[in-house]
């Protein structure tokens, strides 16, 4: 072999060298994505199967317990039922991550639903509330933007902000300002508590246990001890109750499910002409196909009209169901394709080993348990939607077990650092289904509902501690 055709064949082999190593340029084709996926569920890694699996068998148990399980009535209903659940459990989804917990979430969203509910009642927070109460939230509130900004994050302490002028300009009297309000108290409850967590370093269930106990009474006094009603309010209420229009739930198919064939389209053939790793386009399109073909079946059925008696018709996707679907493709995005996300995952899965490799833990902790207060706020608002009204004890009670519930029902690990946002909407699902089959049979009594659930959790906890147990001997 001549010097020419010898430095050419080394050329070759560098193409697909770096360094040293060789570079992955594996092509994964629909065969090698369903033996990867065989393999992780053999290893312990069985994501969100057992959840489905849980639903399927929930589907068949209650349609033999009702024949009105299955109406287009009642599945209609399930949205509506679990939407704050499933919007609290996606916050939860962030602290059980880092390996933590927030026990206030529930009552988080209990004072961000009251005192909004009072500033739009009241014309203004200033003339629901006694004076000392009113500047007592305020200077807290601007307290947490200054302790937030000392810690370098700036998403948080800017939505604090935001509620603190909407206060001070007498905006909250309106109801979208007003629940932009309410996401801002949520936002400085979980700085605050990040804070405590993070860098006092009190136990977080400690932190938000206290909380959790103190908020209950915070609630009365921001509701004067008077629930307020918040049917009278079509955008708030509608939240829970009402639904878009047929044409509206075609647009965000096309946006939902088209995004991310799209985007999942341009990222395998940017990879293949850069030679790296990717999934072959076969592959993304029988994945975006499948997407697809669910996201068609669920907007026809829910197009159809649900109305089982004479008068107008009850059709299209309930907001209750594309809100948190939204909710959580932001979340999703957040949470793989950031380097916020990494790091999340990254001090959940370690967190002494994250430290070490440059990652600011306090940040990160302080950011989860901001979005989880946050998220807990907006699901505080979804709650009182669907109860019609602010109650004394809205958020309290069962809301928060039910919330981590969903949120490990659906494959989040409750030891930190493996779940998913999508855990969160298939949990707060299975919460709903729970307690709507057991109420179609009045012969069933109402405690049914905690002892099933309580069952369900116990084996997803169960579940994942064993799939722990398999990947570690594995």
């Known amino acids: ?5 010898t430095n050419t064949a080394t050329a070759a082999s560098g193409s697909s060298r770096a360094g040293g190593f060789e570079l992955d340029v594996e092509r994964r084709g629909i065969g090698d994505a369903l033996r990867s996926y065989w393999a992780r569920v053999r290893s312990g890694e069985p994501g969100a199967l057992p959840s489905v699996l849980g639903i399927l068998v929930l589907l068949i148990v209650f349609s033999q317990v009702s024949n009105r399980f299955l109406s287009r009535s009642n599945i209609g209903n399930l949205p509506g039922q679990g939407a704050y659940i499933a919007i609290i459990a996606l916050g939860l989804v962030f602290v059980l991550l880092i390996g933590e917990i927030d026990l206030s979430a529930g009552t988080t969203g209990g004072i961000a639903a009251g005192f909004a509910a009072q500033a739009i009642f009241s014309r203004g ?10 500047w007592i939230l305020l200077g807290a509130m601007a307290a947490t ?6 810690l370098k994050t700036y998403t948080g302490p800017a939505v604090v902000l935001a509620g603190i002028l909407i206060v001070l300009t007498g905006l909250d009297k309106h109801v979208i300002t007003g629940l932009i309000f309410a996401v801002s108290i949520g936002a400085a409850v979980g700085i605050f508590i990040g804070w405590l967590v993070a860098k006092v370093g009190i136990p977080s269930f400690i932190v938000t246990l206290a909380l959790f106990l103190a908020w209950q009474g915070v609630l009365l006094f ?4 008077q629930p307020i009603n918040v049917g009278r309010y079509p955008l708030w209420n509608g939240l829970a109750n009402n639904r878009m229009s047929p044409l509206g739930g075609w647009i965000f198919l096309i946006l939902a499910a088209g995004g991310y064939i799209a985007f999942t389209l341009v990222r395998s053939i940017r990879a293949n002409a850069k030679g790296l790793s990717s999934d072959t386009v076969s592959l993304v399109l029988v994945r975006g196909g499948l997407v697809a073909l669910i996201g068609v079946t669920v907007v026809i059925f829910a197009n159809q009209n649900r109305n089982p008696n004479p008068g107008p018709k009850i059709e299209g996707l309930p907001w209750a169901a594309t809100i948190p679907v939204t909710l959580m493709i932001v979340c999703t ?20 080993a994250a ?9 990160v902790k302080v950011t989860a348990f901001t979005l989880c207060s946050a998220f807990g706020a907006l699901g505080g608002i979804f709650l009182a939607s669907n109860t019609g009204g602010v109650q004394l004890d809205l958020g309290s009670g069962n809301i928060l077990l039910f919330s981590v519930a969903a949120a490990v029902i659906g494959g989040t690990s409750l030891f930190g650092g493996r779940g998913k ?11 709903a289904i729970i307690p709507n089959g057991i ?24 579940v994942d501690a064993l799939s722990r147990r398999r990947g570690r001997v594995s």
Not at 125 to 134: Q, S
Not at 222 to 225: F, G, I, M, W
Not at 449 to 462: D, E, F, K
């Open 222 to 225: 921001a509701l004067n001890s």
């Open 439 to 462: 109420g179609l049979r009045p012969s069933l009594p109402a405690q049914y509902t905690s002892v099933i659930t309580g069952i369900v959790l116990l084996v997803a906890a169960a």
């Open 421 to 431: 946002a999508r855990d969160a909407i298939i949990g707060g699902l299975v919460i």
């Open 1 to 5: 072999m001549t010097s020419d055709s």
């Open 125 to 134: 927070l200033h003339n629901g509330t006694p004076a000392l109460l009113y």
């Open 333 to 352: 995005i957040a949470l793989t394709k950031t380097a916020w996300g990494r790091h999340l995952l990254a001090t959940g899965g370690n967190n002494e």
């Open 355 to 363: 430290r070490r490799a440059g990652i600011d833990v306090t940040k």
């Open 145 to 150: 933007v200054l302790l937030g900004l000392s």
